[in-house]
């Protein structure tokens, strides 16, 4: 250790660093979370626009529920594949906040979409409105969330 010159040191902590960022860079959800995410949407949207209200009612607060369940063994996002398993540290520690701003912007999106299309006289606004984010959450999930995390330095 005592002969290795400082630029040899610097240069050894930089590559650490960015194999530390490259890690970083991958922390997220399994791809199976966001594609069940996508079919609970769709499954929402068709209950909210052919289903009893009773039925919107109960299938909701199912979905939170079944989510939040699958959620906190999965949102700190330290366990995308079973080959790795990052620290806290390294993942970071907003993760789980970033994914539930996500998915309250989403619901924001899909209400905003129903109610255009609702006054277009499309019929059944939710399905449609379900469908095309459903699609967004399976096919960009991913990659929403990559994106979010590094505007909030996650």
Not at 41 to 48: C, K, M, P, T
Not at 95 to 101: E, G, H, K, Q, R
Not at 148 to 154: I, Q, T, Y
Request: proline share 4%; glycine share 12%.
């Amino acid at each position: 250790m005592e002969d290795i010159a400082a630029d040899q040191a610097r240069a050894a902590l930089d590559a650490a660093e960015r194999a530390r960022r490259r890690v970083a860079d991958e922390v997220g959800l399994p791809r199976g979370y966001w594609w069940g995410m996508a079919a609970g949407w769709l499954v929402l949207g068709v209950i909210g626009d052919v289903g009893p209200g009773w039925l919107v009612i109960a299938a909701t607060p199912a979905f939170g529920a079944g989510h939040s369940f699958v959620a906190s063994r999965l949102l700190d996002g330290r366990r995308r594949t079973d080959e790795v398993r990052v620290s806290a540290d390294t993942a970071g520690r907003r993760t789980p906040f970033v994914v539930i701003a996500m998915l309250v912007g989403l619901v924001c999106v899909t209400v905003g979409l129903a109610l255009a299309l609702h006054a277009d006289g499309a019929g059944h606004p939710g399905i449609w409105a379900a469908a095309v984010v459903a699609a967004i959450i399976g096919f960009g999930g991913p990659e929403m969330l990559r994106v979010l995390r590094r505007w909030v330095r996650a």
